[in-house]
T-cell receptor, first 112, second 112 residues
Framework: ETGVTQSPTHLIKTRGQQVTLRCSSQ?????VSWYQQALGQGPQFIFQ???????GRGNFPPRFSGLQFPNYSSELNVNALELDDSALYLC???????????FGPGTRLTVL | AQSVTQPDIHITVSEGASLELRCNYS??????LFWYVQSPGQGLQLLLK??????LVQGIKGFEAEFKRSQSSFNLRKPSVHWSDAAEYFC??????????FGTGTRLQVFP
């Protein structure tokens, strides 16, 4: 059984640029959630995708967007990067009817 | 608003000593409750969860947690800490959804 994987591991961007982060869900899981974890903070819920549709969103602006593909993998896109977007971005997969999420190792984004 | 409080930012214990990490939540109904552990530069690993039933929950790595409805608490315990337990610990809740709300975390340091 393959766990949740994320790419890239690290990324450095400059303010105003756009970034795409990728996540492959655990085998058999149909739901992907994205979280932002700023330094010294707990993860904050960005949004969730279920069967390719957005299924809930946290308090993040529209420049944070996402996709889920038929194989249940997912992308997180962030436009017009700001310095405060520097964080660890975590992806978690789950089965829709269960409340247990499995996390990937994260992508560390640095915005200069 | 729904929230999770971890009052201890940093805890230091000696190896072999007992451990208790505190977690309180604010919400009228009983949520689903979780404890996660995060090692430096890593994603989150689920230690244990409470959905219903027995209020004392056993998890991995020798951890347990007790749900106390009257105190809206879900404290994590371990009778004897090992040096490898040094990490960041996060309490999280979910209210009738699978979208997690995290506390700010407790950093555990273990001295030999």
């Amino acid at each position: 059984e393959t766990g949740v994987t994320q790419s890239p591991t690290h990324l450095i961007k400059t303010r105003g640029q756009q970034v795409t982060l990728r996540c492959s869900s655990q085998s058999g899981h149909n739901t992907v959630s994205w979280y932002q974890q700023a330094l010294g903070q707990g993860p904050q819920f960005i949004f969730q995708y279920y069967r390719e549709e957005e299924n809930g969103r946290g308090n993040f602006p529209p420049r944070f967007s996402g996709l889920q593909f038929p194989n249940y993998s997912s992308e997180l896109n962030v436009n017009a990067l700001e310095l405060d977007d520097s964080a660890l971005y975590l992806c978690a997969s789950s089965l829709r009817t269960y409340n247990e999420q499995f996390f990937g190792p994260g992508t560390r984004l640095t915005v200069l | 608003a729904q929230s999770v409080t971890q009052p201890d930012i940093h805890i230091t214990v000696s190896e072999g000593a007992s451990l208790e990490l505190r977690c309180n939540y604010s919400y009228g109904a009983t949520p689903y409750l979780f404890w996660y552990v995060q090692s430096p530069g890593q994603g989150l690993q689920l230690l244990l969860k409470y959905f219903s039933g027995d209020t004392l929950v056993q998890g991995i790595k020798g951890f347990e947690a007790e749900f106390k409805r009257s105190q809206s608490s879900f404290n994590l315990r371990k009778p004897s800490v090992h040096w490898s337990d040094a990490a960041e610990y996060f309490c999280a809740v979910a209210f009738n959804t699978d979208k997690l709300i995290f506390g700010t975390g407790t950093r555990l340091q273990v001295f030999p």
